[in-house]
């Protein structure tokens, strides 16, 4: 009974957070070039109550990261930092704050695929989902967080792909063929597994 309100709580968080991404006209008309960081903040502010009502509540352990455990710990949330940092460097953090808009600055219009975008095309996603099952020990209410939060990510991810496909078309169609979804399995998978070289024979 306990899980319920729980997961009332973070779905309808997940829910609230994907409507205001696309507001009404007239709400984004009556914030005007403050409304990104606007739903930023209240992105963060209205996490926190959640969170500190998760923490309330009694839990059961189901894994524990302990022993060997830690090693493999260790990676995921290493993985998951250099996807946060290469997305942090690959995106335009001013426009993804909202901080940039106050400043009248326009988003550049291209499709992105420079940097860490070249081997992923979501970093931030897979960072997320790497830090959500990773950064702490795995309890009965964890579990239902990091369930809900995971089908937001990837629900958010979907749904950004079907945006950026009718903006950009058959270029970022071309893109997502060519490159993985959330973690960079094919540049992974090159560096221990390279291809191998077939030297032409020359015809006499």
């Known amino acids: ?58 839990h059961e352990l189901l894994f524990a990261w302990h022993g060997p455990w830690r090693g493999l710990q260790f990676l995921l949330l290493a993985a998951a930092f250099m996807l946060f940092y290469g997305g942090a460097r690959a995106y335009d953090l001013d426009f993804f704050l909202g901080t940039a808009q106050l400043r009248r600055q326009e988003q550049e219009s291209g499709l992105r695929t420079g940097g860490i975008l070249a081997y ?32 937001y990510l990837v629900a958010g991810c979907l749904h950004e792909e079907t945006f950026l496909s009718a903006r950009f078309g058959k270029a970022y169609d071309g893109y997502r063929r060519r490159v993985p979804r959330f973690f960079p399995w094919r540049w992974f998978l090159a560096l221990f597994l390279p291809h191998k070289r077939h030297d032409k024979k020359k015809i006499s």
């Open 120 to 151: 992923v095309r979501h970093p931030w996603y897979g960072g997320g989902l790497l830090f959500l099952w990773a950064h702490r020990d795995l309890t009965d209410l964890v579990l239902l967080m990091n369930f809900v939060l995971s089908a």
């Open 1 to 58: 009974a306990r899980t319920l309100p729980l997961a009332l709580l973070w779905s309808g968080w997940c829910i609230a957070h994907s409507a205001l991404a696309h507001p009404a006209p007239a709400l984004a008309a009556r914030l005007g070039r403050g409304y990104r960081l606007c739903y930023n903040l209240l992105a963060a502010l209205s996490l926190l109550p959640i969170v500190l009502y998760q923490k309330t509540l009694g």
